[in-house]
């Protein structure tokens, strides 16, 4: 006879349970702490007395029990890992003095049809492909996407133009908002996977802000999208050695226009079809003063080192034609899903608490020890945060990792959101995910956020904050003239 327990009363019962293992430590310790002082006033001044003489305690050994605590404690201190904040942020958005080419799908199939090179197959493919993209008609272009043929004016000089654009529109909005000197900056820190000239990205922005000649800058290529959050790590290393208080800037963005792949074998034509212009740049430092977030978990797994197929799933290469692309393999997402798995394996134990830790070991156990033919099971990530930004790599990822994570709708809105308005721009993608939960007025105090990001090699990288002060609903970013419009419903296929 089965027992049908309502859905209320099962979500009660798993709400008393995990108030009972979440607590059972602070219980067990209260318990202990009550006992022994309710012990030691049974026993009285003159009974105590008589128990700290038959010790035969000497000076010395007072002076050890006072010293060496305080020692350990002070040396924990010093050489324990500085807290890294996050001061503010500042997307790229386009506006009347930010002139960017917003070009719906209809006009980026006619500019495609006049690339001699792209077939018309190919053309009537990335046309579907859009269509079920997850795209809206408000993505963004470079400008040479303004022009045919295309792949004419994708030129290194308008590359460097896409990026200057992009970042300093980001670095000036993130110095208005912070009022942060360019000089007080020690560390500069930018992540661009495939466009690296010479001088360096990082040089063209401190030749720009004029930024210090002793300044910490490095230039991160070549590693996907997720390596905005791998820069937020670094950022993070090096402010442990830098002077208390101060800041790194981080920038993380992707040049599209020299990008632009002219064959025709699809899994390098996917690219043309979901990368749009985006960009961030953000303010970490060691001093909590007008901070807006704290960093509290950075967690990289890298599977490349031992499986070819991971390393081969997002590869540059060139056709058959010598045609220059990114190849994304058609196992890309069971890749992804085995990294996320990798990821939370490593991630699960920081952050979730007491309660669904003991299940998963409870499923392990009765899998792997007892043989019980029982699906694994995955933890409740809603009850460690708040909210979630996965990198809006396209429909297919977020769907994956809403399977895999058994997210609701609403936990997984942002990333769609923000793939339906801004596309896949790359490692920036995560920032504009945490302004639109920050623009729907959805962000408090005390709030934990994930970033989770996938990158080339293949990378499955996790950050999380810890929301300090929420932005005000009136401050200027990417969603202010749009945020009213949204959540929109997205069909499988536009019409």
């Known amino acids: 006879m089965s027992l049908n327990v309502p859905k209320n009363s099962s979500m009660r019962l798993k709400a008393v349970y995990q108030r009972i293992v979440d607590n059972f430590l602070a219980v067990v310790t209260a318990a202990i702490s009550s006992y022994s002082l309710v012990a030691l006033v049974r026993l009285g001044p003159a009974e105590l007395i008589s128990w700290l003489r038959e010790l035969q305690l000497q000076p010395a050994h007072l002076f050890l029990a006072g010293f060496v605590p305080a020692a350990a404690a002070t040396m924990y201190l010093m050489l324990r890992p500085r807290a890294v904040y996050l001061i503010d942020y500042a997307c790229f958005h386009s506006s009347s003095n930010r002139p960017l080419a917003r070009i719906p799908m209809a006009s980026f199939v006619e500019h495609t049809k006049h690339t001699p ?51 300093f529109s980001a670095i000036d909005d993130l110095l208005a908002k912070t009022g942060v000197a360019p000089d007080t900056i020690g560390t500069l820190v930018l992540n661009c996977s495939l466009f690296c000239p010479t001088p360096s990205l990082v040089d063209i922005i401190v030749n720009k802000y004029n930024l210090r000649s002793d300044i910490r800058s490095i230039n991160l290529s070549g590693m996907g999208c997720s390596a905005g959050l791998i820069a937020a790590g ?191 721009t790359s490692s920036s993608s995560l920032w504009y995910e945490l302004a639109y939960v ?40 990417p969603w202010t003239t749009s945020i009213h419009r949204y959540p929109v419903d997205i069909p499988d296929v536009l019409k």
């Not at 046309?127 to 996407?145: F, K, V």
């Not at 994930?450 to 970013?477: H, L």
């Open 438 to 477: 920050e623009a729907k007025g959805r962000m408090r105090k005390g709030d934990r956020v994930w970033m989770i990001g996938f990158g080339s090699g293949f990378k499955c990288n996790s950050v999380v904050w810890e929301c300090i002060q929420p932005a005000a609903r009136d401050t200027d970013g």
């Open 234 to 424: 670094l950022a993070r290393t090096l402010l442990q050695v830098l002077p208390r208080g101060a800041c790194a800037l981080v920038v993380s963005t992707e040049t599209i226009t020299p990008n632009y792949y002219v064959g025709n074998e699809r899994a390098m034509l996917l690219p043309n079809c979901l990368f749009r212009v985006g960009g961030v740049a953000a303010l970490l430092s060691t001093s909590p003063m007008n901070a807006r977030f704290r960093l509290k978990h950075v967690v990289r797994t890298f599977t490349g080192a031992n499986d070819d197929g991971a390393y081969r799933c997002v590869f540059q290469e060139e056709d058959d034609q010598g045609n220059v692309g990114i190849n994304l393999s058609k196992n890309l997402m069971v890749v992804a899903g085995s990294s996320l798995q990798a990821n939370i394996t490593e991630i699960g134990p920081l952050v979730l608490p007491a309660s669904e830790q003991l299940l998963f070991v409870l499923s392990f156990i009765a899998r792997k020890v007892l043989g019980a033919r029982i699906k694994p099971y995955i933890p409740d990530f809603s009850t460690a945060f708040e909210h979630m930004c996965i990198h809006a790599g396209g429909r297919a990822v977020i769907d994956q990792l809403q399977k895999k994570l058994r997210l609701t709708d609403q936990q997984v809105e942002a990333s769609r959101m923000t793939l339906h308005r801004f596309g896949n």
């Open 117 to 167: 090179t792209i077939d018309d197959r190919s053309v009537r493919f990335m046309s579907r492909l859009l269509q079920r993209s997850g795209l809206g008609e408000e993505t963004c272009l470079p400008a040479a996407h303004n022009y045919v043929p295309t792949h004419e004016y994708c030129t290194l000089e308008n590359a460097r133009d896409e990026f200057e654009l992009v970042v």
